[in-house]
């Protein structure tokens, strides 16, 4: 018979953690989840709408229509996929399960 550890495909030789004792409920799991969620919501909204509505109003007051608000946008892009990132690197590191 199979122990727990080898069903997952995890090796206990003292180098990996034990994934059993890493295991959220799965209340916590949704919370988890949800603050992520909200938190990473909040900085994308950020990282689009600033750069963006900056670039715009660049152009205006210089009157080079859309070259700044074309800036902004690559600035957005960029920024999103590094707050998507580092969103699921904390998400998934060993540190927020440390904190539970």
Request: charged fraction near 25%.
């Given at each position: 018979?199979?122990?727990?550890?080898?069903?997952?495909?995890?090796?206990?030789?003292?180098?990996?953690?034990?994934?059993?004792?890493?295991?959220?409920?799965?209340?916590?799991?949704?919370?988890?989840?949800?603050?992520?969620?909200?938190?990473?919501?909040?900085?994308?909204?950020?990282?689009v709408?600033?750069?963006?509505?900056?670039?715009?109003?660049?152009?205006?007051?210089?009157?080079?229509?859309?070259?700044?608000?074309?800036?902004?946008?690559?600035?957005?892009?960029?920024?999103?996929?590094?707050?998507?990132?580092?969103?699921?690197?904390?998400l998934?590191?060993?540190?927020?399960?440390?904190?539970?």
């Amino acid at each position: 018979m199979k122990s727990q550890a080898q069903i997952v495909g995890h090796k206990l030789d003292g180098r990996q953690k034990n994934p059993l004792k890493t295991v959220f409920s799965q209340d916590q799991a949704k919370q988890m989840f949800l603050r992520e969620s909200l938190d990473m919501t909040w900085r994308l909204a950020m990282v689009v709408l600033i750069p963006i509505i900056a670039g715009y109003e660049l152009d205006k007051l210089l009157k080079t229509l859309p070259l700044f608000t074309m800036i902004g946008l690559v600035i957005a892009m960029v920024s999103c996929y590094l707050v998507v990132m580092k969103s699921l690197k904390r998400l998934t590191s060993n540190n927020i399960r440390d904190k539970k």
